[in-house]
């Protein structure tokens, strides 16, 4: 059984249909990568799986369990976390106060602090600077944060979505040599990304988003030589 199965949903805002009918699986230990141009439907799928939106039709199964009509923040418990287009970090507080929220709806503080500690080992830079108000963070800083939060749930799965985006080369390498590191540490990732090349370099399996609807589906590696995706997704 998938750990994440996404059965025809579809998702509309008001007559527009913004996800047509689409289906896919993530099973557990995989990076899934999920491409294509901006206004595919990324955003909005990412969106319809952690809870923020609800699907016209379908369904989204989580470990077996119908999580369509159950509510984002309960679903956090259930063990998936979403880290957002733009890292939304709270501005105003520490980073250490943006971790500990991350950690909201748990309550073992042993646990808590185990996980910290983590969070601290993927992410050194977050240790240096624990004290320091995180809207004064670099924009990889803040990227780092974002994802160092969603590990502080302690979850199963993470949802990215464009976590390379504002980001120059040097760092974006950064952020995905730490994607390839949670993945060894045995995270799930479902990873939305409009740099298609690091994308389909780090994932196991990727799907193509055009126009809301699934247009391809494939081994990640099998598609950084395929003509049409380089074509279209990687400038060659």
């Known amino acids: 059984m998938a750990m994440l199965e996404v059965k025809n949903i579809e998702v509309c805002y008001g007559m527009i249909r913004a996800i047509k009918n689409i289906s896919f699986e993530i099973n557990k230990g995989e990076i899934v990568a999920l491409i294509g141009a901006n206004g595919a439907g990324k955003t909005t799928t990412l969106h319809t799986v952690s809870g923020l939106l609800k699907p016209t039709?379908?369904?989204?199964l989580f470990?077996?369990?119908?999580?369509?009509?159950?509510?984002?923040?309960?679903?956090v418990t259930m063990g998936m976390a979403?880290?957002?287009?733009?890292?939304?970090?709270?501005?105003?507080?520490?980073?250490?106060?943006?971790?500990?929220?991350?950690a909201y709806t748990r309550t073992d503080k042993k646990e808590i602090a185990e996980n910290l500690k983590r969070?601290?080992?993927?992410?050194?830079?977050?240790?240096?600077r624990k004290h320091q108000i995180a809207g004064t963070l670099s924009g990889g800083e803040q990227q780092m944060l974002a994802m160092g939060r969603a590990l502080m749930s302690n979850p199963d799965i993470i949802l990215m979505d464009e976590p390379s985006m504002g980001l120059s080369p040097l760092l974006v390498?950064?952020?995905?040599t730490i994607i390839e590191e949670l993945h060894k540490a045995g995270t799930t990732i479902l990873l939305v990304e409009q740099n298609a090349k690091m994308a389909l370099s780090v994932a196991n399996r990727a799907y193509v988003l055009e126009t809301g609807s699934i247009a391809m589906s494939g081994d990640a590696?099998?598609?950084?030589?395929?003509?049409d995706i380089k074509k279209a997704y990687l400038g060659q």
């Open 119 to 128: 969070v601290y080992e993927h992410f050194p830079r977050l240790a240096e």
């Open 82 to 102: 979403h880290v957002p287009e733009g890292r939304r970090v709270f501005q105003q507080l520490s980073v250490l106060d943006n971790l500990k929220l991350g």
């Open 221 to 227: 590696k099998e598609m950084l030589n395929n003509d």
């Open 57 to 60: 039709t379908g369904q989204v």
């Open 173 to 176: 390498k950064e952020i995905f």
């Open 63 to 75: 470990n077996g369990k119908d999580i369509s009509k159950i509510p984002a923040h309960k679903i």
